[in-house]
T-cell receptor, first 116, second 107 residues
Framework: EAQVTQNPRYLITVTGKKLTVTCSQNMNHEYMSWYRQDPGLGLRQIYY???????DKGDVPEGYKVSRKEKRNFPLILESPSPNQTSLYFCASSSLQRAFKGNEQFFGPGTRLTVL | QQQVKQSPQSLIVQKGGISIINCAYENTAFDYFPWYQQFPGKGPALLIA?????SEKKEGRFTISFNKSAKQFSLHIMDSQPGDSATYFCAGSRLTFGEGTQLTVNP
């Protein structure tokens, strides 16, 4: 089954404790991205990657890091989480053409993060 | 900078009614306008999409109307059902999303 998986699905942590949210896709997609979803603000892009070792900032990259060492994986790293990073996070993937031409992306199930 | 503006933020409709969600865009370079549907606890999923060379696209009870001159497009859900209760996002190409509309269809 074609899918994007994220782990963990739920995470409660404390300020300053480094964490990683994993994302994996099995569709051989070049493009992967991370979004955060907050009420009234919609989906805001954090980082995206167009291929292995190619990453770029989205609209709200501050406080986040990513890496793309393998095509299927795109982890999101919070080096020192703060309460304003409490949010619902989504990973997405697509082919390059479908992403940039048509904004057609396949989304994971989401990770709800709470930073105390 | 929000390149796609969506309204209303929330919408309550009775079963059998018509749900209408509106979006306005700024970037005239957009050439594809998808709508995503998101159920609680799930990620957004592509619902229906339209290209700017057509004024309307219909798939079942879901219709997109597109007005290129006004730079607006809308999603119409005919005969709305409780199972349609979800958050809907409009989007433009270039990876831009609207703010989302939470639709509740009462039985």
């Amino acid at each position: 089954e074609a899918q994007v998986t994220q782990n963990p699905r739920y995470l409660i942590t404390v300020t300053g404790k480094k964490l990683t949210v994993t994302c994996s896709q099995n569709m051989n997609h070049e493009y992967m991205s991370w979004y955060r979803q907050d009420p009234g603000l919609g989906l805001r892009q954090i980082y995206y990657s167009m291929n292995v070792e190619v990453t770029d900032k989205g609209d709200v990259p501050e406080g986040y890091k990513v890496s793309r060492k393998e095509k299927r994986n795109f982890p999101l790293i919070l080096e020192s989480p703060s309460p304003n990073q409490t949010s619902l996070y989504f990973c997405a993937s697509s082919s390059l053409q479908r992403a940039f031409k048509g904004n057609e992306q396949f989304f994971g199930p989401g990770t709800r993060l709470t930073v105390l | 900078q929000q390149q796609v503006k969506q309204s209303p933020q929330s919408l309550i409709v009775q079963k059998g009614g018509i749900s209408i969600i509106n979006c306005a865009y700024e970037n005239t370079a957009f050439d594809y306008f998808p709508w995503y549907q998101q159920f609680p606890g799930k990620g957004p999923a592509l619902l229906i999409a339209i290209r700017p060379d057509v004024s309307e696209k219909k798939e079942g009870r879901f219709t997109i109307s597109f007005n290129k001159s006004a730079k607006q497009f809308s999603l119409h859900i005919m005969d709305s059902q409780p199972g349609d209760s979800a958050t809907y996002f409009c989007a433009g190409s270039r990876l831009t999303f609207g703010e989302g509309t939470q639709l509740t269809v009462n039985p």
